[in-house]
Each structure stands twice: as C-alpha cells, then as structure tokens.
C-alpha cells in the first residue's frame, strides 16, 4: 500500500531537477501523476516537451500512471493546462506541487528589467496561475495539498539574486495568505525551501568545493512525500527548508511568541516589536536574520545510492519534528 493511493499530484517543472524526484516518489507510492515541464535551458530560453516524456515513460515503465503536459505555467492558460490535464486523465486534483523555476541572477546595479520580469513571471505569477483553479477544485471537493517551492534566497537573502529572491519571497506570502483562505476548506498549505544539487545549483562554489555536502534531489523527495500525505495530519501554514546539511528544519520567518506576554487576565497581547538581546552569538546572529528555525536531521543517509524512504508507523500522527526517516535496502 502506498502513501498516495488514490491520489492525483500536479507537478510543475517535473522534467528534471526536484520536480522529476517528485514525481517518480509519488508514482511510486501510489498517485497518478501530471508532469508538467516547459522543458529548455535553466534561463528560461526555449522549449523542450521531450524533458516531461522522459519522466512519463520512466513511470509508466514502473508500472506507474502518468501524464505529461508542456505548457507554460507562467501564463493562465498554462496553469489551467495542467488543471485540466489532471480531471481530463484522472478526474482529480489532490496535490499541487508549484516548482518550476528558472535563474537569470545578476548583481542589482546590473539588473535588468527584462530579467526581473521573466524571473517574477515564471516563479511568482506561474504559483498564482497553476494555483488557482486547482485551489477552487480543492475548495469544492473536500480539500487537498499544495506546496509552494520558495528558497533561502527570499527568506533570508543572497548576492546577485535580487530578481529570484524577490519573486521566493513573494511565494512565502501568497502561502501564508492562501493558508489562511483554505484552512476552512481543508486545503493545507506548505512553503518549501530546498538545498540540493541540481542544474540550478550546479555552479554555486559551495557545491563545487564539496560536492559531498549536497542533496541529489532524491534526498529532498521524502520531505515532500511526508508533506502532501497523510503523515503530515492537519499540519499547514508552515515553512519547511530541506538541504543536506542542516536536515530538515521548521524556518520560521517572523518569530512573534518571543514577543508575547500573557497578562494576568490571561490574554495575549503583543509586547514592543524590538528585539531583545540574545545571550549567545549563535542566537544573535539568528535574530539579526529575523526569524528562526527548528532543527532536526534526517537520520537516514542522504545519498543517490539509497533509495530513501519513511518509517510510517513512527511518523505518522508525530508531528515533523518527531518524524523519523529510514534508509531502504
Ligand atoms: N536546487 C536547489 O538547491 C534549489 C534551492 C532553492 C529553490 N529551488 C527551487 O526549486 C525548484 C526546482 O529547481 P531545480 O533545482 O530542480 O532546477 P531545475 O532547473 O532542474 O528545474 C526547474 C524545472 O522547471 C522547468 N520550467 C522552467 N520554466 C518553466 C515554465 N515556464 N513552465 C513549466 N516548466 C518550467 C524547467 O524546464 C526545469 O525542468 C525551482 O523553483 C527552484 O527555484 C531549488
């Protein structure tokens, strides 16, 4: 029995990177799945339908249920595309992974505006485009998942990435926002940050100087799995970032209980916006970023060789911080 019995996953940007380890987990663990992939170099340029074939006939040769879709989902028809591809083939829409992406950085007194808008497009717009009518599908019919693929870069900042950083920053708002909106429709909301080796990542001299220290995509795939299925209970609204490194950890981007005081009445109220000094230099740098985050590692080891996988019975109902993940054979 699988995790996702039962189940429709759209996946946007599923022709490689993230997107394909996505979606030959979820078809292996049960679901059916639209792979969605405008296919092309990683600046966006060009088109190449053959990327999501690629990974339709590897699932199918897998004994899976897949469908491919070349649209572009930076428009609204695209997104619709896709949509409708799911309720076409497999008459759902249960989970919607937004990850396709392009880069096209460039330090900010070089920016360009074309660039700028590709990249809000592509990221930004393509999330509202996709979102939208499976949102109103979930809405209408008992709910569903959606994961919002942000990054590092929007939640806390890095060089020559104004334009990505921007549009990964505006993603973690729509989601804070759509979660709010689908809470009374049981549609849950996730906001991801990866860390893995990819084409996008392939140049970054972190990777480069100590290619051991990366996640392949397969290591980011379980953390997903556990997002958009049942082991995740009611859990939405929350910021994930999954790298090698630092495991997966709950980033949590404004840190308002510090803030908080009960009064003697027992009510909440906010206390003054202003930090309070922290005692560590480890805590310090942590509040000078402005939020914080929960630790924990993956206890399985995050290699391509090991097909990764999740301890059910001790996940399930836990909790993310209590999940535990096991390596398969
Ligand atoms: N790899 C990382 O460490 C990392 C870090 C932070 C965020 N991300 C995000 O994760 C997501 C996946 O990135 P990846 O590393 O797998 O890179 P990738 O380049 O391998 O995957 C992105 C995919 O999106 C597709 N795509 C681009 N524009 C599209 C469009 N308009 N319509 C449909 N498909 C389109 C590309 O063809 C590509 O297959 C991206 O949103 C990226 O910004 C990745």
């Known amino acids: 029995m699988g ?109 360009k505006e074309e660039n700028w808008d590709r990249v809000m497009k592509v990221h930004l ?37 104004t334009n990505y950083g921007a549009a990964k920053g505006g993603i973690w708002g729509l989601s804070n926002v759509l979660a709010i909106e689908g809470r009374k429709y049981n549609i849950r909301i996730w906001t991801l940050a990866p860390g893995a080796l990819t084409r996008m990542t392939a140049d970054l001299p972190r990777y480069k100087e100590n290619p051991g220290a990366a996640l392949g995509p397969d290591g980011i795939a379980p953390a997903v799995l556990y997002m958009v299925s049942d082991l995740s209970g009611d859990q939405t609204g929350k910021v994930l970032g999954v790298s090698g490194p630092r495991g997966v950890r709950e980033m949590r981007m404004m840190e308002m209980e510090a803030g908080r005081r009960r009064s003697r009445d027992g009510r909440r109220r906010i206390s003054s916006p202003t930090p309070r000094r922290s005692s560590s230099p480890k805590k310090r740098s942590r509040s000078r970023r402005g939020g914080s985050s929960k630790s924990w590692q993956m206890p399985f080891r995050c290699d391509a060789r090991h097909r990764t996988g999740i301890d059910e019975p001790r996940a399930r109902g836990q909790g993310l911080p209590d999940a535990q993940w096991r390596t398969g054979e």
């Open 3 to 111: 995790l996702l019995d039962g189940k429709v996953a759209l996946i946007t940007g599923a022709g490689g990177g993230l997107g394909e380890a996505y979606a030959k987990l979820f078809a292996r663990e049960g679901a059916a799945v639209v792979v969605n992939d405008l296919g092309g170099p990683r600046d966006g340029s060009g088109s190449d339908k053959s990327m999501a074939d690629k990974v339709v006939d590897a699932i199918k040769a897998e004994g899976g249920r897949a469908v491919a879709n070349g649209a572009d989902i930076s428009t609204l028809a695209g997104g619709q595309s896709v949509f409708d591809d799911a309720i076409k083939h497999f008459g759902r829409a249960d989970i919607l992974v937004n990850n396709a992406g392009i880069l096209l950085d460039e330090t900010f007194h070089k920016a």
């Open 125 to 161: 717009k393509g999330t509202f485009c996709c979102t939208q009518p499976v949102f109103k599908w979930m809405r209408d019919n008992g709910g569903g998942v959606i994961v919002n693929t942000s990054s590092t870069s929007g939640l806390i900042g890095n060089f020559g990435q």
